[in-house]
Nanobody, 123 residues
Framework: QVQLVESGGGLVQAGGSLRLSCAPSGRTFSNYAMGWFRQAPGKEREFVAAINWSGGRTDFADSVKGRFTISRDNAKNTVYLQMNSLKPEDTAVYYC????????????????WGQGTQVTVSS
C-alpha cells in the first residue's frame, strides 16, 4: 500500500510562491507517475499537474501553465509542485496522487491519494 503525505501548504499573498512536497512511503516510488489535483470550496476536484515515473514527461492544466512546475527526486522519494505568481483563484486543497508509470489527467486513473494540504492565496 502506498501512503502519500503532502506538505508545504499555507497562506500567501497574491503574486507569491509556495512549494508543495509529496512523500510516498510503503513502496518503491520510482515506478509511479505522480499527479497534483486541487479542490476549491464548492467546486469539484481538478487536475493541476503530473509527472511520469522517470520525470521525462510532464503535463499541466491550462490555468497553471507558465506559473507552476512539477519535479521529482526519486533518490529523496519526493515530488514537488512549485507554484509561482499565485492568484486568489489558486486557493484550494491540493492533493497528491500516484499511479504506475504514465501520467493521466483523470483523477479516476490514480490509485493512491494523500490527505491534502491547504493553499490560501490572499488578494
Amino acid at each position: 500500500q502506498v501512503q502519500l503525505v503532502e506538505s508545504g501548504g499555507g497562506l500567501v499573498q497574491a503574486g507569491g510562491s509556495l512549494r508543495l512536497s509529496c512523500a510516498p512511503s510503503g513502496r518503491t516510488f520510482s515506478n509511479y507517475a505522480m499527479g497534483w489535483f486541487r479542490q476549491a470550496p464548492g467546486k469539484e476536484r481538478e487536475f493541476v499537474a503530473a509527472i511520469n515515473w522517470s520525470g521525462g514527461r510532464t503535463d499541466f492544466a491550462d490555468s497553471v501553465k507558465g506559473r507552476f512546475t512539477i519535479s521529482r527526486d526519486n533518490a529523496k522519494n519526493t515530488v514537488y509542485l512549485q507554484m509561482n505568481s499565485l492568484k486568489p483563484e489558486d486557493t484550494a486543497v491540493y492533493y497528491c496522487a500516484a499511479r504506475l508509470y504514465n501520467i493521466a489527467v483523470l483523477q479516476g486513473a490514480y490509485d493512491y491519494w494523500g490527505q491534502g494540504t491547504q493553499v490560501t492565496v490572499s488578494s
